[in-house]
C-alpha cells in the first residue's frame, strides 16, 4: 500500500471510519470491528516491580517493568484488539496489533515526565511525523514507592507537528558521536485532544471511551502534509489556550497575526481559521452554536450527527 505519496491526492475531507483506498491500514479492521466487539479486560494499575531487579539500569528497570504491564493490560486503541511485542528489531517498534496491525512505541518514565523529553536523531523523527503509518506513541508514568501506574496515554503520531519537536544543540567534536543532532518531545505541544488516556492520575478510563476518543482525531491522518496538519493542530491549542466552554470567531481572529507568523505563506488567515473550524466541527472536537459562536470540548461528550450512521455502517 501506498504510504505518504498516495494520500496527498486525498484532499476532501473524510469522517474517520470512512475508508479511502490509501489510508492508513488501521482504519478497515476498525470499521468492521465496531466497540461491542471488543474484549473486556481490566486494567490492573499495580506493575510487577520485581521483574526488573536482575537489571542494573534504571533505563532498563523502567522499560522492561512497563513493557510487561503495557502486553499486559493495554488494548489498541484503535480498534480494540490485542497488543503483541513487536517482532522487529527496530527500536521504535514496541508493540503491533494483532488486529489492525497499528504500531506503537512505549515510552514511560518513573515520577513524571520532563516537558521536554529527549529523544533520538532530529531528522529520523521528521521523517516519521511525514510518514502517517509510522508507530504511534504510548506514555507512561508510574509511582516507585507503591508501583503503581499513575497515567497512561497513547498520542497518534499525526498530533505531533514541527513545533512539537525540537530540534537539539550538534554534539560537540569532541564527543563520540560528533556532530549527531538529536530531538526533544515538547510535551506540552502536544494538543490535549491528541492525549488518548487509557488512566488519569490513576483512575482508569471506560475502554469504549478511549477508543472513541481515538477514533474522533483519526481525521488527521488523511492529512500527510505537515503544515496542513499544523493548521489544526495550531487552532486546537488556540482554542486550549482560552479554556473556555464557549468562544467566538471574532476571538479566534484575534488570533491572526500569530498564525501569520506561525504559516508565513499564507496570506488568508481569516478563510483559513474558519475552514479549520469547520474541520473540527466535523470531527466533533467543537461544536456551532450560531451567530459566529462555538463550543469547545475535548473530553468527548459531543454526538456528531453522522455518529449512528457510522455505527449502523459496519
Ligand atoms: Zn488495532
Redesign the pocket.
Known amino acids: 500500500m501506498g504510504k505518504t505519496g498516495n494520500v496527498r491526492e486525498n484532499k476532501e475531507h473524510r469522517l474517520p471510519g470512512q475508508n479511502s483506498p490509501t489510508e492508513k491500514r ?1 482504519s478497515a ?2 470499521r468492521c470491528a465496531g466497540v461491542s466487539h471488543v474484549l473486556a479486560n481490566d486494567i490492573d494499575l499495580k506493575l510487577n516491580s520485581a521483574l526488573g531487579e536482575r537489571y542494573k539500569s534504571e533505563a532498563q528497570r523502567v522499560r522492561v517493568i512497563s513493557e510487561a504491564w503495557t502486553e499486559r493490560n493495554v488494548f ?1 486503541c ?4 490485542v497488543l503483541a511485542r513487536g517482532q522487529n528489531n527496530a527500536r521504535v517498534l514496541d508493540f503491533t ?1 494483532m ?2 496491525h ?1 504500531d506503537f512505541e512505549l515510552k514511560s518514565t518513573r515520577g513524571t515526565f520532563s516537558n521536554k523529553l529527549p529523544d533520538g536523531a532530529f531528522e529520523t523523527m521528521m521523517a516519521r511525523l511525514r510518514d502517517v503509518s509510522s508507530p504511534d506513541f504510548f506514555f507512561l508514568t508510574y509511582d516507585s514507592k507503591s508501583s503503581y501506574v499513575t497515567n497512561f496515554f497513547a498520542v497518534p503520531t499525526y498530533f505531533l507537528d514541527q513545533t512539537v519537536i525540537e530540534k537539539r544543540k550538534p554534539l560537540s567534536p569532541q564527543a563520540r558521536r560528533a556532530g549527531w543532532v538529536g530531538c526533544n518531545i515538547v510535551m506540552n505541544r502536544i494538543p490535549e485532544a491528541g492525549r488518548v488516556f487509557y488512566v488519569r492520575n490513576r483512575e482508569v478510563l471506560k475502554r469504549s471511551d478511549i477508543i472513541e476518543r481515538w477514533r474522533r482525531t483519526a481525521f488527521l491522518q488523511h492529512e500527510p502534509d505537515l503544515e496542513a496538519r499544523g493548521w489544526t493542530l495550531e487552532i486546537l491549542r488556540i482554542i486550549q489556550s482560552l479554556n473556555v466552554r464557549e468562544f467566538t470567531l471574532q476571538r479566534m481572529y484575534d488570533f491572526e497575526t500569530q498564525l501569520k507568523r506561525r504559516f508565513p505563506r499564507n496570506n488568508f488567515v481569516r478563510p483559513k481559521i474558519r475552514q479549520q473550524l469547520q474541520v473540527l466541527r466535523d470531527a466533533g472536537l467543537i461544536a456551532f452554536e450560531g451567530r459566529g459562536r462555538y463550543s469547545a470540548n475535548f473530553d468527548g461528550s459531543f454526538e456528531r450527527s453522522r455518529q449512528s450512521d457510522m455505527h449502523g455502517r459496519g
Open positions: 488501521r479492521p476498525f489498541c484503535s480498534c480494540g484488539g496489533c488486529k489492525c497499528n
